[in-house]
Structures are given as C-alpha cells and as structure tokens.
C-alpha cells in the first residue's frame, strides 16, 4: 500500500466512523417505521415537509426519513437497504462522491438522500450516463417514492415521463420487456405516463441523462418566452456514474449550433494535398501530444500545389489552420477508433468509454477535415449558439454529490475541479474476487491468440466469460477470431443501450461469451447463473490496459459483485497504443533478445510497474487537458452568467422595458454629449456633430441645434451646461418614445422592446462565442514567448466582454426607435429560425429542439468572408469586421 492510499485510506475510516452513530441511530428506528400503515408512511412525508417548513434542519430529521425509505424499499421492492448502503446514503446527503463496488446496490442506496432532500421541494436530479438507465431507474425506483408519497420525472431525449403507476404503457412499446424470459431478469420499464418536460422538472425527483440536463439548461437560455423555460433552479444533483460524467465526458463541453453558410471546398481541396506531404519533411507529429506541426517546407510545397504564393499574412494563418486540421484528420485520427463513420456522418468515438458521441462534433474545424477525409458530405460549419462545460453546468446545482464504482484513483480531481470529496464506502459482503497479474506479449497478434485459447479453454469448462475491449474495431477483430475458433459469443458496442442491456444481463449465464467496449452495459447488474459459482464465477479478460486505471478497474469490477467468486486477467502487448507510446519499444527490445517468440509471454513485477507509470502519466496529462478546457471556460462561464441574467430579467420584466430601452438611451446620450463637449473652451464644442447622431437615434425636431446653441451661451458652469444639453435631448428622445408607442399602441411596443432586446444580446453573444474561440486559436498560433496564453486569454476576454456591454447597449438604442417604422420585423419573424445540433444522447431522431427554437433572426449582416463594405477591396473580417464589432 502506497503512502498516499494509506493517507487516504486512514482518513475515509475517520470520516466513515463519525458517521456509524447516525447508522445505528437509522438501525434503532427500523422498528417504529415497520408498524406503520402504507397510509400512515405517506402522513410522514407530509409531516416532514411541515417540519422543515418550521425551521426543522434535513439532518435532523435524516435518520427518520432514512429508516423510512428503508422501510419504503422492504414493502415495495423487496430489499432491505443494507447498513453499508445506508452509510452511502448519508454520506451523498454530504454533497461527496461514494465509491461504492459495481453491483453493491447504489440505485437504492441514493433513494435515501434523494427522499431526504426530495422533502424541501425544489427538485432532485439523477444523472446517469443513458436515456435507457433514466427511463429504468424511474421504473425501478418509482415505486418507493411512490410510497413515500414524492412525485418521480424522467426526461429522455424525446420526450418526458412522469412515473404513475396506474398507467399501462400500449401494446407496442412493451414489447421489449417480453422478451425477458430467461432465468435472468432485467428491470422492467413501464409505468411512464408522457408528459411535457415542464412537468418533469416540477417532479420532487428527476430522473435524466448529463446530457438531457445541459442542453435543457442551454436551451432555457434561449427561450423567448418565460412558459418555454422547463427547469427550475438547479437544487440537489446526484451524478450516477460520476466519473464518466464528470471526468470522461466532461472532456467535450456541450454546444448547441446552428449552420452558417461557409465553404467547405478548402476542406475537400486540403484533403487532397495532405497526402502528397511527407513526415518529418513537410510536417511533424508528436503523439503524445496529438499534434501535428507543418515545417515551412511544408508550407512552401503547399503553396506550390494550390498556387497561392502571394497572400495576406492573416489569410495565411487561416490556411496553415486549415493546413493542420488536415493533416491531424490524416495522421492521427483513425476510422473506427477514435471515430466510426455512419449513414455518411463522421460520429465521435470516445476514447475512454467506447461510446458514440452523436451529434457532438470536434472544433475547429477539425469535424470538416475529417469528413473531407472520408469523402463524406461536409456538414456547413455551424455557428455556435450556446455553449457549456460538464463542468460549469454542474457547478450551478446547490448541492452535488455523486457514485461511481471507481472514484478513489480520482479522487484529486474531483477534489480540484469539483471541490468533492470521495468516500470509499466498504462492500457489504468481503471481496473474494481473484486478480492476476498482467501477461505481456510481443506482438498484438500474439496476444489476441493466447486470448482466444484462454476464451475457448473456460467456455469449454462453462464457465462464463466477460471479455473487455478498447475499441470496436478491436471487438470486431476478437469476434472474427472466435467465430474462427468457434466459439459462440456476444459482441456489445454501447449502441443501443437497452438491448445490450440485458445481453449484458445474461453475461454472467453458463457458457456465456461476451465481448464488450468499456462502457456497454454500464449501470447493469450480473448476476451469475445456476451452477456458476461452481466454475470460479465469471471471469473477466481485458485484452489491453486503458489509458487510466479506472477504467480497467470498472472492468474488473464487473466480477465478484456482491462476495461472488469471480477473477481477472489483463493481457498486453508491446503494440499496444499505450505501450507504443511509453516505453514500449523497450520491452520489446528486452524481449527479443531473450528470443522469445510471440506467442510467448512475460510477467514481471518491472513490466506491471512501468505500465502502471505510464497509465498515471496518460492520466495526468488528460487531467492537465481538461483542467484546460474549463480554465479556458472559466472566463467565458462569467460572461455567460452576466449575459443569461439579464436574459432572464428581460423575460421576467417583459412589462417594465420601458425604463431599460430609456436609461440605455439616456447613457448614450450621455455618452455622445460629453464627447462632443470635453474642451474646456465651449466655442469649440462640436453641437453640430451632437445633433447629427443623435437624429441617427431617433428624428430630432428642427430646431434642436438651436435650442443647443442657446443652452451652450448661458452663462453657467461647463458642466451644468453638459447636463443641461443631456437633459433637453433625454427629454426629447422620452417623447419620441411615447409618440412612437401611441402610433403603434402599447401592446407592439411591448413586443418590440422584447424582440429588440432580446435579439441584440443573442445577435451579439453569439458572434461574442465566435470571436472569443478565434482569440483562442490565435492565441494559440501566435505563441506568447514567455507570456502565458491563458493570462492573454483572460485580458482580451475582459476587454472584448467590457466591448460586449457597450455594444449591446449601443445596438438597443440605435434600433430601437427604428424599428416601429421597419414593420416586418416583428417577433412573429424569429420563430421561423431552425435550430439545428443539439447533441444527443442516442441515434434516435431529434426534432424536438424545434420547438424551443427562437434564434435571432440577423438579415443585414454581412458575411465576414464577404468584401468588405467599405470598398477597400478586403475581406471584410481583415477588414472593418473588428471595428464594426467593436473590438479594437
Ligand atoms: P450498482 O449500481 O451499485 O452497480 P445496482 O443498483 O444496479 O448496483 O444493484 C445491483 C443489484 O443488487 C440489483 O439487482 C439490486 O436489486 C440488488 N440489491 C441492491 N441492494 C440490495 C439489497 N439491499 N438487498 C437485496 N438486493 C439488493
Ligand atoms: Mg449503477
């Protein structure tokens, strides 16, 4: 045991102890709860709700309420919570992460905190990893909560369910559960009674997927009307399977987008010439790092073939952009590892679950490259419209915690990132599960060989077997060998998560073959069948070792659930990624020399080590990247907080915009007089040039500049005179307003300030989104010498956000008196946008983000590709793009 884990260990003893009291005081009042009525256990729940309304603390009444979802748990499903689970309980109510063993029962072990908090009223969220294990859970759980009298949501990628178990689902949709007719069974998911998704989130408990969650959080931020807003303020989450929400996944940050219209020839042609490029000559590339460099040879070549030796230096760097993404799509990303190609779209695989990431894209242009690549049809670049870590979304709950079978290995980060604790809460029956040492081979052949045999050899002796693989191409190559060996078997992808779900099921059967990626069939229970314990139970295979220790040990973990027999085995090769690119080569060295042949293999303690070390190295370097990409969102998440609130203000107030359009106008008055006025020789002051913009804002009487004439010649103080000119032109532009509502009635000129307000800040922060990602990238080229690229980051966030401020404040008043006249801009306009590019959870279709669609319409905006309208002959981004935008 290391230093560290014993540290660690010592000290989650300590804490676990100070909690024993609350478990025995849970233990003490099992008793009273089993005399009570069905009836009477509902009455509680009301008297709960009514002490906590007194001032009542939830940790005062935690106990009871404990002993009751326990005693919820025995009359509805059968199980008694066990002490351990109910440990598990109170340390979630902490707001910490438990690790807790696959199959120790944290489903129901969550009920308790989530009933607990559940009381207040405000909402409790569930997040697990698919819509399947949403939808299951609700049906599972429902009926405890529905016992204790809470109402239970789930919200699904289409759709949303209220549990009620009253409700027969029809015919049709039942089908699945039919089939279940094997010694195994598998949760069955009925009782969900379709609802809107408001109704969901008003549930005491929801049930739903990270994903599900964040994009209903982005698309609330879009809404135009405060009904087309579903979630309440984020209260109580509990993240279920924490560590691949929260750390695998929270890699790629949510984006919702709509397409812009950009050319996709540059990809296509790219694509062509990347080949013709030699490593090491025209470009480099570092593995470790995923990065591809181009030399200016490189360059030069390129120029030559595309015939673009003059260009700007800027046009320039968006070639060489190109240029990279080109030959990252070529060099580095490989189909059906790191992305699988599907109905002609390019879908993410990622690399740590196994997972296909529909609708997620990566950036800059890279997506493009990739599908230029493959010959596939490039999707239009999309425009960004709202955007959002994992975790910066997760940060807005009140109280977080989390459960996951694999945490403690983390346990730094969730430390850092999240500021949550983990504990490691025991099993409840021991451990017998037997894990041998890794066997390593030369060659991936060698090792796939000594694999099958080992498969064929425990399938001859019934023994079920759990195979795990990296990747489906490594799937698909294991089926075809034991297809060859005849060997019948199952192969899982985590495509389609309920019917793996109850393959996986069934993997712990007699003679049961199953070979899965990492993440098939998480958050499903094996139980061994008839007879099974007596082989040794099931035994796991891992064909390589994972870029971090959690993941193999989740696979691991697949056995010896709940004091089952069970064992383990990793078998690795030398050409294995992992190995490849961390001293792989070495071994290999090592291992000819001793002449063994492939087939061969070695086990030494030196070899396990520097496997190990070189998984924490990858571990740490991803930790590294994702502490990146939030410190990145970090500056862009203060911006989106000041930008969301006065969204939602403007949808609240929607009756008292009146005032805001005329304090802006008032500051932008302000703002024009004293720049016009600041010489302290009155005789100079530019009234002219005052009254010329301000009749740009709204139609001055003839006579004002007179007017200002005769203010400037009194015979009073500079700045009374300033004030005094600000005030006779507010006067004016408050009477231009109420001319203006009494032409078009108060009801349109409601409306106008609205969609005028509204659709400034979404036309802005949007283009705000765009241009802070360029300054990312840029920042990225220019390379900052000894400065550091974040510090840079941050100033011109700052500066560009301060620009943002002003210009929302600028746009309002300059198109506000105007619109009125424009009468075809009505609000009813914005309804026709698209909204494309939610992200999903599952290939199913995804219409439903039309219906919260309101994007802002922005006609007269010029492409900033286009030539520049200043007629300087530039594109118009090299041009007065910056200016126009406001940045310097
Ligand atoms: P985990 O999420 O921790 O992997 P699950 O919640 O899927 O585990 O539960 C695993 C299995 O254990 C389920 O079949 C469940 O019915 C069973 N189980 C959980 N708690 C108990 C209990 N207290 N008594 C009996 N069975 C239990
Ligand atoms: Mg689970």
């Given at each position: 045991?290391?230093?560290?884990?014993?540290?660690?260990?010592?000290?989650?003893?300590?804490?676990?102890?100070?909690?024993?009291?609350?478990?025995?005081?849970?233990?003490?009042?099992?008793?009273?709860?089993?005399?009570l009525?069905?009836?009477?256990?509902?009455?509680?729940?009301?008297?709960f709700?009514?002490?906590?309304?007194?001032?009542?603390?939830?940790?005062?009444?935690?106990?009871?309420?404990?002993?009751?979802?326990?005693?919820?748990?025995?009359?509805?499903?059968?199980?008694?919570?066990?002490?351990?689970?109910?440990?598990?309980?109170?340390?979630?109510?902490?707001?910490?992460?438990?690790?807790?063993?696959?199959?120790?029962?944290?489903?129901?072990?969550?009920?308790?905190?989530?009933?607990?908090?559940?009381?207040?009223?405000?909402?409790?969220?569930?997040?697990?990893?698919?819509?399947y294990?949403?939808?299951?859970?609700?049906?599972?759980?429902?009926?405890?909560?529905?016992?204790?009298?809470?109402?239970?949501?789930?919200?699904?990628h289409?759709?949303?369910?209220?549990?009620?178990?009253?409700?027969?689902?029809?015919?049709?949709s039942n089908?699945?559960?039919q089939?279940?007719?094997?010694?195994?069974?598998?949760v069955?998911?009925?009782?969900?009674?379709?609802?809107?998704?408001?109704?969901?989130?008003?549930?005491?408990?929801?049930?739903?997927?990270?994903?599900?969650?964040?994009?209903?959080?982005?698309?609330?931020n879009?809404?135009?009307?405060?009904?087309?807003?579903?979630?309440?303020?984020?209260n109580?989450?509990?993240v279920?399977?924490?560590?691949?929400?929260?750390?695998?996944?929270?890699?790629?940050?949510?984006?919702?987008?709509?397409?812009?219209?950009?050319?996709?020839k540059?990809?296509?042609?790219?694509?062509?010439?990347?080949?013709?490029l030699?490593?090491?000559?025209?470009?480099?590339?570092?593995?470790?790092?995923?990065?591809?460099?181009?030399?200016?040879?490189?360059?030069?070549?390129?120029?030559?073939?595309?015939?673009?030796?003059?260009?700007?230096?800027?046009?320039?760097?968006?070639?060489?952009?190109?240029?990279?993404?080109?030959?990252?799509?070529?060099?580095?990303f490989?189909?059906?590892?790191?992305?699988?190609?599907?109905?002609?779209?390019?879908?993410?695989?990622?690399?740590?679950?196994?997972?296909?990431?529909?609708?997620?894209?990566?950036?800059?242009?890279?997506?493009?490259?990739?599908?230029?690549?493959?010959?596939?049809?490039?999707?239009?670049?999309?425009?960004?419209?709202?955007?959002?870590?994992?975790?910066?979304?997760?940060?807005?709950?009140?109280?977080?915690?989390?459960?996951?079978?694999?945490a403690?290995?983390?346990?730094?980060?969730?430390?850092?990132?999240?500021?949550?604790?983990?504990?490691?809460?025991?099993?409840?029956?021991?451990?017998?599960?037997?894990?041998?040492?890794?066997?390593?081979?030369?060659?991936?052949?060698?090792?796939?060989?000594?694999?099958v045999?080992?498969?064929?050899?425990r399938?001859?002796?019934?023994?079920?077997?759990l195979?795990?693989?990296?990747?489906?191409?490594?799937?698909?190559k294991?089926?075809n060998?034991?297809?060859?060996?005849?060997?019948?078997?199952?192969?899982?992808?985590?495509?389609?998560h309920?019917?793996?779900?109850?393959?996986?099921?069934?993997?712990?059967?007699?003679?049961?073959?199953?070979?899965?990626?990492?993440?098939?069939?998480?958050?499903?229970?094996?139980k061994?069948?008839?007879?099974?314990?007596?082989?040794?139970?099931?035994?796991?295979?891992?064909?390589?070792?994972?870029?971090a220790?959690?993941?193999?040990?989740?696979?691991?973990g697949?056995?010896?659930r709940?004091?089952?027999?069970?064992s383990?085995?990793?078998?690795?090769?030398?050409?294995?990624?992992?190995?490849?690119?961390?001293?792989?080569?070495?071994?290999?060295?090592?291992?000819?020399?001793?002449?063994?042949?492939n087939?061969?293999?070695?086990?030494?303690?030196l070899?396990?080590?520097?496997?190990?070390?070189?998984?924490?190295?990858?571990?740490?370097?991803?930790?590294?990247?994702?502490?990146?990409?939030?410190?990145?969102?970090?500056?862009?998440?203060?911006?989106?907080?000041?930008?969301?609130?006065?969204?939602?203000?403007?949808?609240?107030?929607?009756?008292?915009?009146?005032?805001?359009?005329?304090?802006?106008?008032?500051?932008?008055?302000?703002?024009?007089?004293?720049?016009?006025?600041?010489?302290?020789?009155?005789?100079?002051?530019?009234?002219?040039?005052?009254?010329?913009?301000?009749?740009?804002?709204?139609?001055?009487?003839?006579?004002?500049?007179?007017?200002?004439?005769?203010?400037?010649?009194?015979?009073?103080?500079?700045?009374?005179?300033?004030?005094?000119?600000?005030?006779?032109?507010?006067?004016?532009?408050?009477?231009?307003?109420?001319?203006?509502?009494?032409e078009?009635?108060?009801?349109?000129?409601?409306?106008i300030?609205?969609?005028?307000?509204?659709?400034?800040?979404?036309?802005?922060?949007?283009?705000?989104?765009?241009?802070?990602?360029?300054?990312?990238?840029?920042?990225?080229?220019?390379?900052?010498?000894?400065?550091?690229?974040?510090?840079?980051?941050?100033?011109?966030?700052?500066?560009?956000?301060?620009?943002?401020?002003?210009?929302?404040?600028?746009?309002?008043?300059?198109?506000?008196?105007?619109?009125?006249?424009?009468?075809?801009?009505?609000?009813?306009?914005?309804?026709?946008?698209?909204?494309?590019?939610?992200?999903?959870?599952?290939?199913?279709?995804?219409?439903?983000?039309?219906?919260?669609?309101?994007?802002?319409v922005?006609?007269?905006?010029?492409?900033?590709?286009?030539?520049?309208?200043?007629?300087?002959?530039?594109?118009?981004?090299?041009c007065?793009?910056?200016?126009?935008?406001?940045?310097?």
């Open positions: 045991m290391s230093f560290i884990t014993k540290i660690f260990g010592d000290e989650n003893q300590k804490v676990l102890n100070k909690l024993q009291p609350i478990v025995d005081k849970i233990n003490q009042l099992e008793g009273k709860s089993k005399r009525s069905n009836k009477q256990i509902r009455e509680k729940t009301e008297e709700k009514e002490r906590l309304k007194n001032g009542e603390s939830l940790d005062n009444i935690l106990p009871e309420a404990f002993a009751l979802v326990r005693e919820a748990g025995k009359r509805t499903l059968g199980e008694r919570l066990f002490d351990v689970q109910i440990l598990g309980g109170v340390v979630l109510h902490q707001g910490k992460i438990i690790e807790m063993k696959t199959g120790e029962g944290k489903t129901i072990a969550a009920t308790c905190p989530v009933y607990l908090n559940g009381l207040q009223g405000e909402g409790v969220h569930i997040v697990t990893v698919n819509d294990l949403s939808r299951r859970d609700t049906s599972w759980m429902g009926p405890i909560y529905n016992l204790l009298g809470l109402s239970v949501g789930c919200i699904q289409e759709g949303a369910f209220l549990f009620d178990p009253k409700y027969e689902e029809p015919e049709e089908k699945s559960n089939l279940d007719s094997s010694e195994i069974k598998t069955d998911v009925k009782h969900l009674r379709p609802i809107p998704r408001q109704e969901a989130y008003l549930a005491d408990v929801t049930y739903g997927t990270n994903n599900e969650f964040g994009f209903d959080y982005l698309r609330d879009m809404a135009w009307e405060l009904d087309q807003i579903v979630q309440r303020e984020l109580f989450g509990i279920d399977e924490v560590d691949s929400i929260l750390i695998d996944e929270a890699r790629t940050p949510l984006i919702i987008s709509a397409p812009d219209t950009g050319s996709t540059m990809y296509y042609q790219f694509a062509r010439v990347v080949p013709k030699e490593e090491n000559e025209d470009y480099n590339i570092d593995e470790k790092m995923r990065a591809v460099t181009l030399t200016d040879q490189g360059i030069d070549k390129v120029e030559n073939i595309l015939g673009t030796k003059d260009i700007y230096d800027q046009e320039r760097v968006e070639i060489i952009h190109h240029l990279e993404q080109a030959l990252k799509a070529q060099a580095l490989k189909r059906d590892k790191d992305y699988v190609i599907k109905n002609g779209e390019v879908i993410i695989v990622d690399d740590f679950t196994g997972r296909l990431m529909f609708g997620r894209r990566y950036s800059e242009g890279l997506h493009q490259a990739i599908e230029a690549k493959e010959e596939v049809e490039i999707k239009q670049e999309s425009k960004t419209l709202a955007t959002i870590t994992f975790q910066n979304y997760f940060r807005l709950y009140k109280k977080l915690s989390g459960m996951t079978g694999t403690a290995t983390s346990e730094e980060e969730f430390r850092k990132v999240y500021n949550l604790d983990v504990a490691v809460i025991p099993t409840n029956e021991p451990m017998i599960r037997k894990d041998t040492p890794d066997v390593i081979y030369k060659t991936e052949d060698g090792k796939f060989k000594a694999v045999d080992e498969i064929k050899r399938y001859e002796r019934e023994q079920p077997i195979v795990g693989t990296v990747s489906i191409e490594k799937n698909e294991l089926s060998l034991l297809r060859k060996a005849n060997v019948p078997h199952q192969i899982l992808n985590a495509k389609h309920e019917k793996e779900a109850k393959i996986i099921a069934r993997a712990g059967l007699k003679e049961a073959v199953t070979i899965a990626t990492n993440m098939a069939g998480r958050g499903t229970d094996i061994l069948g008839k007879g099974v314990v007596g082989f040794g139970g099931l035994h796991i295979i891992g064909t390589e070792r994972h870029e220790r959690r993941i193999d040990d989740q696979l691991r697949r056995a010896g709940q004091g089952d027999p069970g383990s085995q990793f078998y690795v090769s030398c050409e294995d990624d992992l190995m490849r690119v961390f001293g792989g080569d070495k071994i290999k060295n090592i291992m000819d020399r001793l002449g063994l042949p087939d061969q293999p070695i086990r030494h303690k070899i396990s080590k520097s496997i190990e070390s070189a998984q924490k190295k990858v571990e740490g370097y991803n930790f590294d990247l994702r502490k990146h990409v939030l410190e990145y969102d970090d500056v862009m998440n203060r911006h989106r907080e000041v930008v969301y609130k006065k969204r939602r203000n403007i949808l609240e107030n929607f009756q008292n915009l009146k005032k805001n359009i005329l304090d802006m106008t008032k500051n932008e008055i302000r703002q024009i007089v004293l720049a016009h006025t600041n010489s302290e020789d009155k005789s100079i002051w530019n009234t002219e040039e005052i009254c010329e913009v301000v009749n740009t804002i709204f139609p001055l009487p003839h006579d004002a500049h007179g007017k200002l004439l005769e203010i400037v010649k009194s015979r009073t103080s500079l700045d009374r005179i300033r004030e005094q000119i600000i005030s006779y032109l507010t006067n004016l532009a408050q009477k231009a307003y109420e001319e203006k509502e009494k078009i009635g108060s009801n349109l000129t409601r409306q300030e609205k969609v005028v307000l509204l659709r400034t800040i979404d036309t802005l922060w949007i283009d705000h989104l765009d241009a802070m990602d360029r300054v990312r990238e840029g920042i990225g080229l220019r390379g900052y010498g000894q400065r550091d690229p974040l510090v840079e980051y941050k100033n011109e966030g700052y500066k560009m956000f301060q620009n943002l401020l002003a210009s929302m404040q600028n746009n309002v008043v300059y198109s506000f008196y105007k619109v009125g006249i424009v009468k075809k801009e009505s609000p009813m306009e914005s309804k026709n946008v698209q909204m494309q590019g939610a992200a999903k959870t599952s290939s199913e279709d995804s219409s439903k983000g039309a219906s919260v669609s309101s994007v802002p922005r006609k007269k905006k010029i492409g900033r590709n286009a030539p520049c309208p200043c007629g300087s002959g530039k594109k118009y981004k090299y007065c793009w910056t200016k126009d935008h406001g940045y310097k």
